[in-house]
């Protein structure tokens, strides 16, 4: 089923590049940057919320400053590609809290690929052997580990809208 695209404005378009970047702005700060008073803009950003736009507001940590300086990209290739040997993996990897990123892939020899972020190598072995390869219909993984972030974006490109 094909989502059905939300209608923007110039003023919408301009509200959420400012939260994308920071989500803790007031709602006074956002009006004066988007040029509106206070009651239009809350209104709109509640309006965004309600069509699904704005799914939730986060907080963005520095993960090296957490111990968490080890991310790892996992190519997970399964056994047998059904809708059930696909649902338990996605129900067991949405359940740990190290997965940061999970796609279904194509084009590809792995049908997923994880982002995980641990803090070392120490606990991705634990992670690797007691979590990962115990989940039924993982046959293949494979490992690269992130010498550098070069891009780490969170803000979409609103310049297509």
Do not use: W
């Amino acid at each position: 089923m094909k989502e059905k695209l939300v209608k923007l404005d110039k003023t919408d378009r301009q509200i959420l590049e400012y939260l994308q970047r920071d989500a803790a702005l007031s709602n006074q700060e956002l009006a004066e940057l988007v040029g509106l008073s206070p009651s239009p803009c809350l209104r709109r950003v509640k309006a965004l919320e309600e069509a699904g736009v704005i799914v939730r507001r986060v907080t963005l940590l520095d993960q090296k400053r957490l111990g968490l300086s080890l991310t790892v990209i996992i190519q997970i290739g399964m056994d047998r590609h059904t809708p059930d040997r696909f649902e338990t993996f996605q129900a067991q990897i949405e359940a740990l809290p190290e997965v940061q990123k999970c796609f279904l892939i194509t084009g590809q020899e792995a049908d997923y690929i994880l982002e995980v972020v641990i803090p070392d190598m120490d606990a991705y072995q634990e992670f690797l052997l007691n979590k990962i390869t115990r989940i039924p219909g993982v046959s293949g993984v494979h490992s690269s580990f992130v010498l550098r972030k070069v891009v780490d974006h969170t803000v979409l490109p609103l310049n297509y809208l």
